[in-house]
């Protein structure tokens, strides 16, 4: 049997007792390291589990899921994955591979920052579309996700911003060369994330566009969403941009357009700047 | 503290090891009842906790939170959630009123619906808004979910339907003559909404309407999401409606623009007439 088995999104103790039976009986137990990240080291897992993990990076999932499956018809193979299981495409491709040599699979589902992130105060069914925030190069820099942040605005909706993730990168020299020395890993954060999008909002300013996201528009800078020290501030655009909400993972909401009782839950969280933008909501948009 | 715990999709053992630990150390436990359910009943819940539950039902959540809330600034209360604790407006009230109060409140997510719905095989990211189908009366049949899924299928997205919960409902007889009788509990199933989204296709094809959603459109019915015995079928909706995926609770997705990813996957949970179906996508419209 091939589980695979979320673990939530704080520490070891976000498994589920379910997860947690699972893992204990398997033989192997594979640790997923590079589409998300816990607060906690592979170390800190393996002796809450009692088991010695495998780390499983890029090239191991996506070319060497024969290794993964051998044998898991029988004998009990887990897949550990930060959040939920289907979070990213190449789980799926692994589930894809063992339905087709006829292994037997089963999903433990658990917390993902796609649902976690009704925590900040906005309703789950108000947000739109899900956008992927990617690091910009000198001669890459795609604005797509900018535009979709403006249609789910257009249609009231928020938008969940996830934020790109670099782990064993090799740079571009070095992948050349042969040589397989990696970068150190990097995580996007909300101010870099929201750097970007200011960016994007002037050049399109400067070229006359209507902007359906400002400077001004209230956002939702997330980090550590569902741990202990998980930090959540709502404020403009603007004031995300020199924001240090800290380590690793970030995420960001743009919001669109806000009812009420989210208006009093991002009170909670809010930068005295946003404050009086969340005022100026309380006693206009919304009520439209 | 209040601890506000969600307790996944299945059964006992869903609840995380953080969540188990903490319902252990809590002198009151409250159990959300009527958003939503587990597989398991409240006793067995009590057995595994090894803890008395007390069942929250609408009117204690909505009117009775300052019974939930009393004296949890010097004592630990749960209160737990299928799901996420996010996934209702009426939580966000209950941490609406701690904030105010000043009672500090943890929340441990869990998985929800709305991430674990990846099971399916269809990819989190390519989901638009989520909509809710409420069981039609004679007087009141809304039919704006669905002009939401045609719009998320223009933008070529899929949506996720939940379906409407009735627990603890008065018949509109017993109300007026206020007897505390309370009619059994009612879940729709995936055949009773396909149904009420063929009527409105059919109405709206009588009114010359072009439609973004046909009786042939590839939608997926699952049950018990997240449980030993789910079921995920991918079928048209014509198929979906003569369909009996068994007990609660159920849920349905209306494909958008399909991926071959998302083909393949689909493809190990398909009715033999939609076999035929993403066939033809397979060799068309995906690649546009």
Redesign the interface.
């Known amino acids: 049997m091939l589980y695979l088995i ?1 673990l ?11 997860g ?2 699972a893992v204990k009986k398997c033989s192997r137990v594979y640790l997923e390291a590079y589409t998300s990240i816990l607060t906690v080291g592979k170390e800190v897992l393996e002796e809450f589990y009692g088991k010695q993990l495998i780390l499983a990076d890029r090239d191991l999932v996506e070319q060497g899921a024969d290794e993964i499956l051998k044998d898991a018809e029988v004998t009990d193979v887990a897949f550990l994955v930060v ?5 990213a ?1 190449t789980h ?2 692994l ?2 591979r063992a ?1 087709n040599a006829g292994i037997p699979y089963k ?1 433990i ?4 920052v ?3 992130v ?2 900040c ?1 906005l ?10 925030l990617v690091f910009w190069t000198d001669t890459w820099r795609p604005e797509s996700f900018y535009d979709k942040i403006c ?1 789910n605005r257009t ?1 009231g ?1 928020h938008t969940l911003c ?1 934020m790109d993730i670099k782990v064993k990168e090799q740079s571009i020299e070095n992948m050349m060369r042969g040589k397989m020395i990696y970068e150190p890993p990097r995580f996007m954060t909300v101010a870099q994330a929201a750097d970007q999008l200011i960016q994007i909002i002037e050049r399109r300013k400067e070229e006359g566009e209507e902007l359906g996201v400002t400077e001004d528009t209230v956002c939702v800078g997330m980090a550590r969403l ?1 741990t202990d020290d998980q930090v959540i501030r709502a404020a403009t655009l603007r004031q995300l941009m020199s924001c240090d909400l800290g380590a690793p993972l970030h995420s960001l909401v743009i919001t669109g357009q806000l009812h009420p ?1 989210e208006v ?2 991002l009170r ?1 969280n809010a930068e005295p700047n946003a404050l009086k933008q969340l005022r100026m909501i309380d006693s206009s948009t919304y009520t439209s």
Chains 1, 2 share one sequence.
């Open positions: 979320g939530g999104l704080g520490d070891a103790t976000d498994i589920t007792v379910k947690l039976q959040g939920d299981p289907f979070g495409t799926s491709d589930v894809l339905a999903v589902h658990n917390a993902s796609l649902s976690a009704g925590c105060g309703q789950l069914y108000n947000f739109g579309e899900t956008v992927s249609k249609a909706l996830l569902g009782l009093d839950l909670l």
